[in-house]
């Protein structure tokens, strides 16, 4: 067990703030896992193969950590930020905030943060745009939801990156080609949405923390998501599930129905306005709690 020595004030007040490394993980994995977040060496080694981060240390042990992702030209999200209780009230977590918002002047960032909006969040200028229900738990089988007319729902194959990467464009504003096609090839199972007039979403269900998640989903309405998140749940095979669910409480309520249950809820908060997203194609579960 660590003792308070090993926080202690450094001498001259030596922090310092510096990009993360990939020999950060282990120790940025134990600010996560203090803060109570679920995430296994492997989920934070992902996340940084996609992103970048920042660190802060005093002396030689590393007191706290953020990380950010950048998705094209002017889109952004910032998360994981987490300071180690010992040095909690420190302007720390600004700290972080200032390096990973450095050169994103011109971008729409992103976060999410646990109510109460911290005071540093609304000086940097976020807005509050909606909020993010947490749901866990072991599904039971879930039943078959009838899709409506023309829809059916295919396995997705290798070749269907650029299409997967177009509707979760078209859903959130970002493009994140590079995060799906870091999780698409090892995902437990991908389906498609398809239509005779194209495909219009899918879901990705990939390894997590005690289990896997489920997300994102993109679907042009509630009664779609719910049969790709049904189609997943029921190949879950009794593992644990989460799901990050925005701005559906009818979605939420149907999964509650399945055996999960809401263990919590975030904050939206973004910087610089969200970019105009396609009516028809909607994104109702997260990729991620940190990415949207």
Not at 142 to 154: C, E, I, K, N
Not at 239 to 268: K, S
């Amino acid at each position: 067990m660590e003792s308070a020595n090993t926080y202690a004030q450094p001498a001259g007040n030596a922090f310092r703030i510096r990009p993360m490394v990939e020999s950060d993980l282990s120790d940025a994995l134990q600010l996560l896992e203090l803060a109570g977040w679920p995430h296994r060496l492997r989920d934070l080694t992902a996340l940084f193969e996609i992103g970048q981060g920042f660190v802060i240390q005093a002396g030689e042990a590393t007191v706290g950590m953020g990380m950010r992702w950048l998705w094209g030209a002017d889109e952004a999200s910032l998360g994981l930020i987490s300071v180690h209780p010992f040095w909690r009230g420190h302007g720390f977590s600004k700290q972080l905030m200032n390096a990973l918002c450095t050169g994103l002047e011109h971008h729409s960032v992103r976060m999410q943060v646990t109510p109460p909006v911290p005071d540093w969040a609304t000086r940097l200028g976020f807005v509050h745009v909606g909020d993010i229900a947490r749901l866990e738990g072991r599904a039971a089988l879930p039943p078959l939801v009838a899709l409506p007319d023309g829809y059916r729902l295919r396995p997705a194959g290798r070749k269907d990156l650029p299409l997967l990467t177009q509707l979760d464009t078209a859903a959130t504003g970002m493009t994140r080609k590079n995060m799906l096609q870091s999780w698409q090839p090892n995902a437990l199972a991908t389906v498609v949405l398809d239509h005779p007039d194209g495909a219009q979403g899918f879901a990705l269900m990939r390894r997590f923390g005690r289990g896997a998640v489920i997300g994102p989903v993109i679907a042009p309405c509630t009664v779609t998501a719910k049969a790709l998140i049904a189609h997943l749940a029921a190949m879950a095979d009794g593992r644990f599930l989460r799901l990050d669910v925005m701005n559906a409480p009818d979605l939420r309520d149907w999964i509650v129905t399945l055996g999960l249950e809401q263990t919590g809820h975030t904050a939206v908060m973004v910087k610089g306005g969200l970019k105009e997203r396609q009516p028809q194609c909607r994104c109702v579960v997260l990729a991620d709690e940190t990415l949207g």
